[in-house]
């Protein structure tokens, strides 16, 4: 089924439109020519006419009346439509009469330039004219029959009107046809990006190098394609990194508040566990902070303040902080570990504002799968 509002029957319907134009154009163009032919034809056969009424009245004009009456006889009956010629001379007399056509009629055509007649449904040109040959004054009329000629206007205009509406339509089917085979590719684009979802995002289009516009949609879809999988792969990568930046904090907080719930405590360990819970809850709202500004990050707008930390500090810190975790998830340690860290006497050059969030990263997993935070080895 043919939908009138797409791209193909729009095409298709301004190709046919133009065509029309052109076409009514060309077949105006010809109409006028054709008419203008038959027109030029019968006005050259009527100043024929005259051409030769005039050699024929000069060749006899010093014979008696009788012999140019005879010699303007048989010019009309040697010359196609030869009867309708007229002639006046001499005294007003009829030297040649029109056979064909009433002789009032003929006597009526304008003079000194060629004009229509009328004879019923019938057109003739004529024209009519005056001379004067060795003193004695002539009139002088021809005419010819436009019949032929009108007729075969006629048909030829039935056959424009035929025709013109006739290879429009074949022309309409051939433009629909042949939109459909050039659109034919959008389509197998089309089909092809519907195939695609966050699951395939790596696949891209077909792209045929034919150096036109379909070339250029294709390309643009894969670069499209392509900043779209970026995009999907960094939000991914930042909810991983969410998770994970957050779950060392949560694991803490949840941590103290259960050691913390375990027994009654003194008011000192019960403000400990409590400051250890907003340390953690301030550094949450920070990664907050910068979770939102991830973005200004991976532009390269966000610019980060770094300080040397000394690790063995650092990691101390940490530790601390993680400590009543380790409690709950780590057995009480051995003979022969130590409870301290040795971390060797070197230097970060990190975010201090990030620093807690690189050691709880590390000891968190330890804890979790039961390797010591330190030994003797």
């Known amino acids: 089924m043919i939908a009138f509002h797409s791209l193909r029957s729009r095409l298709t319907f301004w190709y046919a439109l133009i065509l029309l134009a052109g076409l009514l154009i060309f077949a105006g163009w010809m109409w006028f020519a054709v008419s203008g032919y038959l027109a030029a034809s019968a006005d050259d056969r009527i100043t024929q006419k005259m051409q030769g009424l005039n050699s024929a009245i000069e060749t006899e004009a ?5 012999a140019l009456h005879e010699e303007l006889r048989e010019f009309g009956i040697e010359i196609p439509e030869g009867g309708l010629t007229a002639v006046r001379g001499r005294g007003g007399r009829e030297l040649l009469q029109p056979v064909g056509i009433p002789e009032s009629t003929l006597w009526a055509a304008p003079e000194g330039h060629i004009g229509d007649l009328f004879v019923g449904p019938s057109r003739y040109r004529g024209l009519r004219s005056h001379i004067v040959v060795k003193g004695e004054s002539y009139d002088l009329a021809a005419a010819t029959s436009t019949v032929e000629g009108d007729a075969f206007l006629q048909q030829f205009r039935w056959l424009l009107f035929g025709a013109v509406p006739m290879m429009v339509l074949l022309a309409s089917f051939g433009g629909y046809w042949m939109s459909r085979r050039a659109l034919a590719p959008v389509d197998e684009l089309t089909t092809a990006a519907r ?12 792209v045929s190098k034919t150096g036109d516009e379909l070339e250029r949609l294709g390309i643009t879809w894969n670069e499209m394609l392509a900043r779209l999988d970026n995009a999907v792969q960094r939000m991914r990568q930042f909810t991983a990194d969410a998770s994970h930046e957050l779950r060392t904090p949560i694991s803490i907080i949840r941590t103290t508040a259960e050691l913390a719930l375990r027994r009654e405590r003194d008011p000192q360990e019960y403000r400990q566990a409590l400051a250890s819970v907003q340390r953690e809850a301030e550094w949450m709202t920070r990664l907050a902070e910068d979770l939102l500004l991830l973005a200004r990050a991976d532009a390269g707008t966000l610019t980060l303040r770094s300080e040397h930390i000394d690790v063995e500090t ?10 009543p975790m380790a409690e709950v998830v780590s057995p009480a340690p051995s003979a022969g570990q130590n409870d301290g860290i040795f971390v060797g006497i070197f230097v970060l050059h990190i975010d201090p504002m990030r620093d807690a969030c690189l050691c709880g990263s590390i000891i968190s997993p330890a804890m979790r799968s039961g390797v010591p935070c330190a030994s003797n080895d």
Not at 62 to 66: C, G, L, P
Not at 316 to 322: G, I, L, P, Q, S
């Open 62 to 66: 010093d014979e008696s009346i009788n």
């Open 195 to 206: 195939r695609i979802s966050l699951d395939n995002l790596g696949q891209r289009l077909d």
């Open 314 to 323: 650092l990691a101390r810190t940490a530790a601390a902080e993680a400590s």
